[in-house]
């Protein structure tokens, strides 16, 4: 059914000179395919790309986002396996030996952990480290089954079974940001096993003006959107201890004024959300988000 092992799929807007760094990291095979998405406003071609090697150049409309552009990869994917990757992004040089050695595995995702780096330093960033922790918890017993699965809500640093998301219809949601959180979980929730490496095989950067450190009203408020539809499914389908806090998002509208609060406040009504779940953590939550945000503060914008 499938003719690769692979398919790497890569969403891409305005970030041509991040590309061969990624590209450079993923092993040139004829069972791994890579496919480069764009939905920028203005097209980028294979020559503005200037990558010597063999992948699919594909297109999606602007307004559909980086979930549309992944929609489309997945649409045009011929791997067993299907890996996702940000464009500013890269692999670890061994990461595609920690996929292979897992390619003919019965799980549906095999979870890896994830590191973290500054984009203009190398220096190490934390962004990465509540994955890792994820799997190091999983794999000590520290935590179970259904945490990590509904948890770990990169697509980033997973291999993927292709017939899952065929079989569940699962596709990522097209959306302003968080893209990626209820694919994370559907997959997650409707994967018939899943397996775990304490191996890093991807490493996430932190770098100005991409999503992560957007503050923007539309930016949060698709955050906000997204956490309530995840809170909603796992409380429906019988896991509400693993709602999450709201806390973070209710933080970041208070300087927007009283009309966008009620907007908020309406949102919690329609959703039935508590918005105290977690409340008990909000202090340590607090601290640790202020204090990540002064670190990354030079790679803000509003």
Known sequence: MYDKDFSVIIPHRD???????????????????????????????????????????????????????????????????????DADDYFTEDAFDTFLSMKDTKAEIVFTCMGGAYI?????ASRGDIYTRMVKDYLAGKKSEMSLRLG???????????????????QFDEVKASNDVYFSLLTGYYAKTIE???????????????????????VVESRFRVKLRYNQFVKNHGYPNHQKSIMN?????????????????????????NPLIGWHNWKRTWTKVVKQENKDKRYRVK
């Open 249 to 273: 998002q209710v933080r970041q509208i208070v300087g927007f004024g009283p009309r966008v609060w009620l907007h908020f406040g309406w949102l919690l009504i329609q959703y039935r959300q």
């Open 15 to 85: 970030s041509v000179s991040l590309l061969a760094k990624l590209f450079a990291s993923i092993p040139v095979s004829e069972k791994i395919e890579v496919i480069l998405v764009d939905n920028s406003p203005i097209p980028v071609s294979r020559e503005m790309i200037g990558v010597n090697r063999d992948y699919q150049l594909l297109y999606s409309a602007p307004e559909r986002g980086a979930g549309g552009a992944r929609n489309v990869g997945i649409e045009h994917a011929h791997g067993k396996w299907l890996i996702f990757a």
């Open 120 to 124: 203009d330093t190398g220096e190490r």
């Open 152 to 170: 770990f809500s990169s697509p980033c640093c997973k291999m993927i079974s292709h017939d899952l998301v065929r079989r569940e219809h699962i």
């Open 196 to 218: 775990a490496i304490d191996k890093i095989s991807y490493i996430a950067t932190v770098s100005r003006g991409t999503l992560t450190q957007r503050r923007d009203l539309s």
